[in-house]
């Protein structure tokens, strides 16, 4: 098997994608009428389902957190450590909600967390000083 992507159900499509087009600038083309939303980083495919959509084409229901969660998290890298900060002073200044702000771990890793709009985990990070 061949890893394809990474499904991300969601609640409200439209504030998700502006998040992650407009805030974590991620390759999007969405005309607002398809009921997914194919999403790329860096060549990553990222997917969007319309959780209502899921569970309708399932016939199951799903429970899904609430608030800022702890499920997985998005891991971004940016090439220094002084990227961290004005990335993660830009990311907030446009909405993304602060969760872990910038610090140097031992390992030597600085890294910052933030949540996006239904509360999953997005580490910007760099081992690079």
Request: with cysteine; charged share 30%; proline share 3%.
């Amino acid at each position: 098997m061949k890893l394809d992507g990474i499904g991300i159900f969601v609640s409200d499509m439209r504030t998700m994608v502006e998040f992650y087009k407009n805030v974590l600038e991620f390759e999007i083309d969405w005309d607002g009428k398809e009921s997914n939303v194919m999403l790329k980083k860096d060549g990553v495919l990222f997917m969007f389902y319309g959780r209502n959509d899921f569970e309708k084409m399932t016939n199951k229901r799903f429970n899904y957190a609430k608030g800022i969660n702890g499920h997985y998290e998005i891991a971004l890298s940016v090439p220094k450590h002084e990227d961290v900060d004005l990335i993660y002073e830009n990311v907030i200044s446009k909405g993304a909600e602060t969760v872990m702000e910038p610090i140097t771990e031992p390992w030597g890793q600085r890294t910052c967390y933030i949540a996006d709009p239904e509360g999953n985990l997005i580490e910007i990070g760099s081992f690079n000083k």
